[in-house]
C-alpha cells in the first residue's frame, strides 16, 4: 500500500457511514429499549416537560437526560420516524470512530489508526448499538474522549486536557450517570498504582477547576430532577438503576462470571481472530505506558461487569475502545496477509444466518410458546430467497477474500463491507419485519381509527410511540380495544379480531 491516506479517504469514511447512517430507517423501533426511549421522549414533545421524563405517563428514572434531548432535537429537524429517533446515536457512533482514528493515528501510525477505525466501524456489537435509539452509543463516545484527554494529560501534564476530561465525564454523567465517572477514575487509580504515581491521580482528581467544570456540566439538571421529583429521583435513578444493578440481578438479567467471555468473541464478529491475537500478545504492550493505561481502561472494564450482579450484553462495550487500538496495532505489525484463519470467524456467522431459516423452522416443533411458534411460522415471508441469496453472496465473497491477488488493507474492507451488508441490509430489516412490523402496524391501525387501547399481556412500548396515545396495562373487559399476542387470547371468551399477525393481534373485546 502506497499511500493508506488514499484508502482512509475514500474507503473509511464512506463505510462508516454505510454502516452507521444509511440504515437508519430501514426498519422499525426495536421494543424494549428503542420502543422505551422513543416513547419517553414523544411524550416529552408533547408536555413539554424537559426536565422529567415519562414513559406511559409514568417517570422513567432509567437514564439521565441528555440523550431524550438530542433525540427530541432530531424530531424537531427531521420529523416524527425511526431515522430521526436514531440520529443521534448515528452521529456520536460516527464521532467515535473519528477520536480512535485520530487518537491511534498520533500513537501508533496512520496504518495503525486506519485498521483500528475500521475494526469499530465493522464490529457487531458496535453495528447494534450505533443505530439504536438508545444511550449507548453517546455514552461510549463521551468515555472514549474523556479517557484520550486523560491519557494526553498524563503524557503532557497540561492542565487543558485535564479540563477536558472532566468536560467530557460532566456530559457523559449527563447521559447515563455514575458509570461515566467511574471507568476513567478507576482506570486511572490503578495506572497510576501500577506506575508509582498516586501524587499526580489525587491532584488532578481534586483539581477544583475540573470539579467545577464537571458540576457546571451534570449537576443542573440533577438538581433540577431532585427539586421536581424529589426522593423518587434518588431511590428509582441511584439507587435502583445504579447501586442495585451491580449488587443484584434487575429484571432478570444475570450471569455467570464469564458471561462476557462469548459476548466479546461475537460482538467483535468479523475480526474475532485478531482480538484473540491481541490477547496472546497482551503482555508486549504492558511495558509501555500507553499500552498499560489502554490494558488498564479493558481489563477493568471486563473484571467489574463480570463481577457485577446486573449483566447485559452492552455493558462490555465500555472497553472495547482499547481493544480496537490494540487490534489495529497487533494487525499492523504482525500480519502479512490475510488467510482463511481470519475470515473463518465470520464465515462461519454468516453460513449460519443462511441456514437461520431453516433452524427457526425446525426448532419450532420444540417451542411450547404459542406467541414464539407464531414469530417462528413468520420468518419464511422475510427470510426468503431474496434473503439467502444476498446472504450467499457475502458468503462467497468473504470466502473468496483470501484467495484475491489484493493488499491486505483492501481485504480487510471487503469483508467488512460483505459482513456489514449481510448484518444491517439484510438479516436486520428481515428480522425486524418478523417482530417489530406487526406491532407497528398495529399501532398505525390504531392511530387511524383513534382507538383507546389496552395492553394485554406484553410489553412493547414501540406501540405508543407509532400510536402516539398513551395505553392502559390491565385485564380486558367488554368493549376494549386490546392489543396482545396469541398466547393470551385464551383468556378472552369473546372478542372480534381487527389486526393480527406473527402472534401480534389487535382486538375487540365483546
Known amino acids: 500500500m502506497r499511500d493508506s491516506k488514499n484508502f482512509i479517504d475514500y474507503f473509511l469514511i464512506p463505510l462508516t457511514f454505510i454502516a452507521f447512517v444509511f440504515p437508519l430507517n430501514l426498519y422499525p423501533l426495536f421494543d424494549l429499549d428503542e420502543g422505551a426511549f422513543s416513547e419517553a421522549t414523544r411524550e416529552m414533545l408533547v408536555s413539554g416537560n424537559y426536565i422529567t421524563t415519562y414513559l406511559n405517563g409514568v417517570?422513567?428514572?432509567?437514564?439521565?437526560?441528555?440523550?431524550?434531548?438530542?433525540?427530541?432535537?432530531?424530531?424537531?429537524?427531521?420529523?416524527?420516524?425511526?431515522?430521526?429517533?436514531?440520529?443521534?446515536?448515528?452521529?456520536?457512533a460516527v464521532f467515535w470512530a473519528a477520536g480512535i482514528y485520530f487518537f491511534t493515528r498520533k500513537y501508533f501510525g496512520r496504518k495503525?489508526?486506519?485498521?483500528?477505525?475500521?475494526?469499530?466501524?465493522?464490529?457487531?456489537?458496535i453495528n447494534m448499538i450505533a443505530k439504536a435509539a438508545i444511550a449507548d452509543a453517546l455514552?461510549?463516545?463521551?468515555?472514549?474522549?474523556?479517557?484520550?484527554?486523560?491519557?494526553?494529560?498524563?503524557?503532557?501534564?497540561?492542565?487543558?486536557?485535564?479540563?477536558?476530561t472532566f468536560l467530557f465525564i460532566g456530559?457523559?454523567?449527563?447521559?447515563?450517570?455514575?458509570?461515566?465517572?467511574?471507568?476513567?477514575?478507576a482506570t486511572f487509580f490503578f495506572y497510576s498504582v501500577f506506575t508509582g504515581?498516586?501524587?499526580?491521580?489525587?491532584?488532578?482528581?481534586?483539581?477544583?477547576?475540573?470539579?467545577?467544570?464537571?458540576?457546571?456540566?451534570?449537576?443542573?439538571?440533577?438538581?433540577?430532577?431532585?427539586?421536581d421529583q424529589g426522593m423518587n429521583f434518588i431511590r428509582g435513578f441511584f439507587l435502583k438503576h445504579n447501586l442495585e444493578r451491580f449488587e443484584k440481578p434487575l429484571?432478570?438479567?444475570?450471569?455467570?462470571?464469564?458471561?462476557?467471555?462469548?459476548?466479546?468473541?461475537?460482538?467483535?464478529?468479523?475480526?474475532?481472530?485478531?482480538?484473540?491475537?491481541?490477547?496472546?500478545?497482551?503482555?508486549e504492550f504492558l511495558y509501555k505506558e500507553i499500552g498499560l493505561f489502554l490494558a488498564v481502561w479493558f481489563l477493568f472494564v471486563f473484571l467489574f461487569f463480570s463481577f457485577s450482579g446486573t449483566k447485559l450484553p452492552h455493558y462490555v462495550i465500555y472497553g472495547y475502545t482499547p481493544a480496537f487500538i490494540f487490534m489495529g496495532v497487533i494487525f499492523e505489525r504482525f500480519y502479512e496477509r490475510v488467510d482463511i484463519k481470519?475470515?473463518?470467524?465470520?464465515?462461519?456467522?454468516?453460513?449460519?444466518?443462511f441456514f437461520f431459516p431453516d433452524i427457526a423452522v425446525f426448532s419450532k416443533q420444540f417451542v411450547n410458546d404459542l406467541y414464539v411458534k407464531a414469530l417462528l411460522d413468520g420468518v419464511p415471508e422475510y427470510f426468503n430467497f431474496t434473503y439467502r441469496v444476498l446472504i450467499a453472496v457475502c458468503a462467497g465473497i468473504i470466502?473468496?477474500?483470501?484467495?484475491?491477488?489484493?493488499d491486505k488493507t483492501l481485504k480487510l474492507f471487503i469483508v467488512s463491507f460483505s459482513f456489514l451488508f449481510a448484518v444491517n441490509y439484510v438479516v436486520a430489516p428481515s428480522y425486524a419485519n418478523v417482530v417489530q412490523l406487526p406491532i407497528k402496524e398495529a399501532a398505525l391501525i390504531a392511530k387511524e381509527k383513534g382507538y383507546k387501547v389496552v395492553m394485554y399481556g406484553l410489553n412493547v412500548p414501540s406501540f405508543i410511540v407509532y400510536s402516539e396515545r398513551l395505553v392502559e396495562k390491565r385485564k380486558p373487559k367488554k368493549g376494549d380495544i386490546v392489543l396482545t399476542k396469541v398466547s393470551k387470547l385464551k383468556n378472552i371468551k369473546l372478542y372480534e379480531i381487527i389486526y393480527h399477525k406473527n402472534g401480534i393481534y389487535l382486538i375487540k373485546v365483546k
Not at 486506519?114 to 465493522?122: G, N, R
Not at 481470519?342 to 444466518?353: A, K, W
Request: no cysteine; aromatic share 22%.
Open 251 to 283: 429484571e432478570k438479567h444475570s450471569g455467570s462470571f464469564f458471561y462476557y467471555v462469548p459476548v466479546i468473541l461475537i460482538g467483535l464478529l468479523p475480526f474475532t481472530t485478531i482480538f484473540l491475537s491481541f490477547l496472546k500478545r497482551i503482555r
Open 197 to 227: 504515581n498516586l501524587g499526580q491521580f489525587f491532584k488532578a482528581v481534586f483539581d477544583l477547576k475540573g470539579i467545577a467544570i464537571f458540576s457546571a456540566v451534570a449537576f443542573p439538571w440533577y438538581i433540577l430532577e431532585y427539586l
Open 112 to 125: 495503525s489508526a486506519f485498521f483500528s477505525t475500521l475494526f469499530m466501524v465493522s464490529s457487531l456489537q
Open 59 to 92: 417517570p422513567r428514572f432509567d437514564k439521565p437526560i441528555l440523550i431524550y434531548w438530542l433525540q427530541a432535537l432530531s424530531v424537531k429537524i427531521f420529523g416524527f420516524n425511526e431515522f430521526a429517533f436514531r440520529f443521534p446515536s448515528a452521529v456520536a
Open 399 to 406: 470466502l473468496a477474500v483470501p484467495f484475491l491477488k489484493l
Open 139 to 164: 455514552l461510549n463516545m463521551f468515555i472514549a474522549f474523556s479517557m484520550f484527554s486523560l491519557w494526553m494529560f498524563i503524557e503532557r501534564k497540561e492542565d487543558s486536557y485535564l479540563y477536558l
Open 342 to 353: 481470519l475470515v473463518l470467524p465470520p464465515l462461519i456467522f454468516v453460513v449460519f444466518l
Open 171 to 185: 456530559f457523559g454523567t449527563l447521559t447515563k450517570g455514575p458509570v461515566a465517572i467511574l471507568i476513567p477514575l
